[in-house]
């Protein structure tokens, strides 16, 4: 059974406009969690992360918001731009569990120009 | 980029055949794992190492065997190729995350392409 989940496998934003990717987990002990971005025939890339005692998280045009009580985390990029084009994957980690990452299915962004 | 290579990128191999893909790190990071991609399902955990003879099963390790014997290098066995064993695997590592920030960060290989036909 999956920990992490992401529902939407697509989504599709206008240039300029606000990308907003969702993700779920189930394990309450994960209290660390980490969004992913991949292009084809590439390795995944670290984007941003954020640490269960926060709530939000924000590097550049990127934000990361996590809502505990929900299980939820969401990634925003504002302002969304065609480079941003690629699967987005979360993760997530209990550290100090021998760094085990669980990972969501991805959701392909497209930012259209 | 961190300094991880996978070998070989890409194979096609048949059905039954014994295969090993190799991952060689350059950063003396204390864990490695390896993930397999598939369509719908996302990054899965095969197996794991958290130092050098430690290895553990992830998530879909049924068919897979991992060895360790230096912390630069985690081999993954497919022991007989199935074609449910088409996939790309990527080799990833992290450092230990008792006291390191960067420990909270799993860095990627570029992958293996693997056809089992």
Known sequence: DQQVKQNSPSLSVQEGRISILNCDYT????????????YPA?????????????DKNEDGRFTVFLNKS?????????????????VYFCAAIVRYNF????????????VKP | DAGITQSPRHKVTETGTPVTLRCHQTENHRYMYWY???PGHGLRLIHYSYGVKDTDKGEVSDGYSVSRSKTEDFLLTLES??????????CAISESATGSVSGNTIYFGEGSWLTVV
Do not use: C
């Open chain 1, 70 to 86: 929900a299980k939820h985390l969401s990634l925003h990029i504002v302002p969304s731009q065609p480079g941003d084009s690629a």
């Open chain 1, 99 to 110: 760094n085990k990452f669980y990972f969501g299915s991805g959701t392909k962004l497209n």
């Open chain 2, 36 to 38: 397999r991609q598939d």
């Open chain 1, 27 to 38: 394990n309450s002990m994960f209290d660390y969690f980490l969004w992913y971005k991949k």
């Open chain 2, 81 to 90: 190729a199935t074609s449910s064993q088409t996939s790309v695997y990527f």
């Open chain 1, 42 to 54: 590439e390795g995944p890339t670290f984007l941003i992360s954020i640490s269960s005692i926060k």
